[in-house]
């Protein structure tokens, strides 16, 4: 760990000097990169220096205890070195954790697609139902939020709605909520008072910009139709609604949220993008998960990762089988709890195989 953490801090000096350059001063791409590197490895090398520190006063107590005569001095040594011990195994675990492969995807804003599965109706209202939840934690967190797609359901909730999340470290908390959701509770349309068992797929997309992903423009078939729902006088009047079709994948998007059809053209175009990026994700993630069993953060739509029990109050994650009893409260936003365990659960994979990797 010493040898990484020695490495790092030489990164931070050379990136430190590189920024005074004026070719790079002057370059404001660069400049803009290595301000985000050198603002990532300080936090590092801070932690370091603490670290460096208690490992000196450790050899200096150890020292005063081995050599000196005076037994007040060899006391005071041994009070140091019990709270200095402590305090190492503390910043050790600090510093494992921070040496852990950063996702370059988790600073990025997320594509947020929320769809009914199994279940009708009730897939429906239930899709709805997690809109609402994630509206409510997006809006605790300080982010904002803004509606590219929806398509409302026959009974009330959503057949599928699609956001754009912008914020701080959006992807890296939203990236654990990819997956089946599914809800076990009597719907409002049941008349004999039966449970039945609906499903919602969830869907957090990093957004691509074109430095992560080049589309071209030959490749995309664009069709413009009526907006529908509300919106005033120019709905199904106007043809401000867009769909793109990317003709190798077959990937389809479509936007009609604003009443301009360029607006909505910037829109489908950035969620086809994040789409795009997101397979070639996939096929990146699907090579290494040999190496890597965990269901952790692998996103996968296919995986059931969360059931919402109404009779029992229940909301069970399958991931790590973590379990609380506060639905409504869960239901209102409170994901917190959850998203904390699913990172520490994926640090801790990482921890293990970046220990493995050292050796």
């Given at each position: ?25 002057s370059d404001m791409t660069k400049f803009t ?32 205890i081995a050599n000196e005569k005076d037994e ?187 009443r301009s059809q360029i607006k909505n053209r ?94």
């Amino acid at each position: 760990m010493l040898n990484q953490l020695e490495a790092i801090r030489e990164r931070y000096e050379e990136v430190s000097q590189q920024m005074t350059m004026p070719e790079v001063v002057s370059d404001m791409t660069k400049f803009t990169r290595l301000s985000k590197e050198y603002k990532d490895l300080e936090k590092i090398v801070n932690e370091y220096k603490i670290y460096k520190n208690v490992l000196s006063n450790i050899e200096g107590a150890k020292d005063i205890i081995a050599n000196e005569k005076d037994e007040e001095m060899r006391d005071l040594a041994k009070e140091e070195l019990d709270e200095l011990l402590p305090q190492k195994e503390t910043l050790e675990a600090t510093l494992k954790e921070m040496l852990i492969p950063k996702d370059p995807n988790d600073s990025k804003n997320v594509i947020l697609e929320i769809r009914a599965g199994t279940g009708g109706d009730e897939a429906s209202i239930f899709a709805g139902d997690l809109f609402r939840m994630y509206q409510r934690f997006i809006e605790k967190q300080g982010w904002r939020m803004t509606l590219l797609d929806h398509n409302e359901g026959t009974a009330g909730g959503y057949k599928e709605i699609v956001v754009q999340v912008e914020g701080e470290d959006v992807y890296g908390k939203l990236k654990y909520e990819s997956g089946v959701h599914r809800v076990q509770r009597v719907p409002a349309t049941e008349s004999q008072g039966r449970v039945h068992t609906s499903a919602a797929t969830v869907a957090a997309l990093p957004e691509a910009d074109e430095v992560d992903l080049t589309i071209n423009m030959n490749d995309i078939r664009v069709d413009t139709f009526c907006s529908s729902g509300a919106g005033g006088q120019s709905v199904n009047t106007t043809y401000s609604a867009v769909r793109m079709v990317h003709i190798p994948t077959g990937v389809t998007v479509s936007c009609q949220d604003e009443r301009s059809q360029i607006k909505n053209r910037e829109k489908a175009l950035s969620v086809l993008r994040s789409r795009l990026y997101e397979m070639e994700m996939a096929k990146h993630n699907e090579a290494i998960s040999a190496e890597r069993k965990g269901l952790v953060g692998n996103g996968d739509r296919s995986d059931k990762i969360r059931t919402y029990n109404y009779p029992q109050s229940r909301v069970t994650d399958h991931r790590i089988g973590y379990t609380v009893y506060n639905l409504p409260t869960v239901m209102e936003g409170e994901i917190d709890g959850f998203i904390e365990q699913l990172r520490m659960a994926d640090n801790a994979e990482k921890i293990k195989e970046n220990a493995m990797a050292v050796a």
